[in-house]
């Protein structure tokens, strides 16, 4: 292919063409159908931590985005674009990372997640200086990704006494799911800005957004599905899911997960994924539960940048 140039990102305007190369080659990506999420997250806020890169008509080859509420490092690009694409995106990524240090989006350490079995990544990403975290004793860590066919039996689960499941109420809940996610996952990652997006993205269905609500009215679980028109076959995405602390062994994470499932496959979806780090022992269970099957393995590597 020609000569790469790099460009501004323009915000909301670049974002179909930086999920339509996603669509691509959807194998090379753990986060297809749940895409429209990670392009919500506020760190698009900064636009000096997203690059892309055009031919010269202007056709998008590559973009990455410096995921701050992950700390990881996104990216996509072309399949038929030059192999030294890939090392340009990683050199680009290593010298913003250490500009955005001291700052609001800084983090001493960044991730990249690459699929097991992906040499001719994993061989820039180790001449990078990036190294992976499948073994390195106590603190270890890798992802697995997930897969159930749709037409599996979903289970049916008893709500504990009083609780229901439904959509998210709109604009309106949006701060109430923001504390949830945030006592769920222990960050204050999430913000109102970000969740509020989500609900303006184009693939973005409000029946796959679910909740499930205590007797006092209190938000206790979330699971939130994505659908993808765009793949063959359809798919569908679990991200994220989570319960309450002082709601878990309540069985609310199998009830309202299979009611996301149920849900998917109402739409026609055939496939259905989800992302997980395979230190998580209780979710793994959760998932392995509902029929989903390990399809690959994911190695974190890591770089480490100095301190933010």
């Known amino acids: 292919m020609s000569k790469t140039i790099r460009r501004a990102f323009s915000g909301e305007a670049d974002m179909p063409a930086m999920a339509a190369l996603v669509h691509r080659r959807p194998a090379d990506n753990p986060h297809v159908a749940d895409l429209p999420w990670r392009l919500s997250s506020w760190a698009l806020d900064y636009p000096d931590n997203v690059g892309l890169w055009v031919d010269a008509s202007g056709q998008l080859l590559a973009w990455t985005v410096l995921q701050t509420p992950f700390w990881t490092i996104d990216y996509a690009f072309h399949p038929d674009a030059d192999k030294g694409l890939h090392r340009q995106i990683l050199t680009w990524a290593d010298d913003r990372a250490r500009r955005t240090l001291g700052t609001a989006s800084g983090h001493p350490s960044w991730y990249v997640n690459v699929f097991a079995g ?3 990544r994993i061989r820039d990403l180790e001449q990078a200086g990036f190294a ?6 106590e603190d270890s860590w890798s992802k697995v990704l997930m897969r159930r066919p749709a037409e599996t039996p979903v289970a049916d689960y008893a709500l504990p006494a009083g609780v229901t499941i439904r959509p998210l109420a709109g604009e309106g809940e ?14 204050e990652n999430m913000t109102v800005g970000w969740r509020s997006r989500t609900l303006c993205q184009p693939q973005y269905i409000a029946d796959l957004d679910l ?3 205590a007797p006092d009215g209190s938000l206790v679980a979330f699971c939130i599905c994505w ?10 995405q679990v991200e994220p899911l989570g319960v309450h602390p002082n709601w878990r062994k309540s069985g609310l994470g199998r009830a309202i997960l299979s009611e996301g499932l149920r849900r998917l496959r109402l739409l026609g979806v055939s496939q259905i994924s989800v992302e997980t780090d395979n230190f998580r ?4 269970d959760l998932y392995e539960s509902a029929g989903f099957r390990v ?3 994911i190695l974190v590597y890591r770089k480490d940048h100095g301190d933010a």
């Open 118 to 120: 992906e040499t001719d």
């Open 132 to 137: 992976s975290q499948a073994n390195i004793g």
């Open 174 to 187: 949006v701060s109430a799911y923001v504390d949830l996610q945030r006592a769920v996952f222990e960050t």
């Open 211 to 213: 909740v499930a609500v």
């Open 227 to 236: 659908l993808d028109k765009d793949t063959d076959p359809i798919s569908g």
């Open 281 to 284: 022992g209780a979710a793994l």
């Open 295 to 297: 399809v690959r393995d």
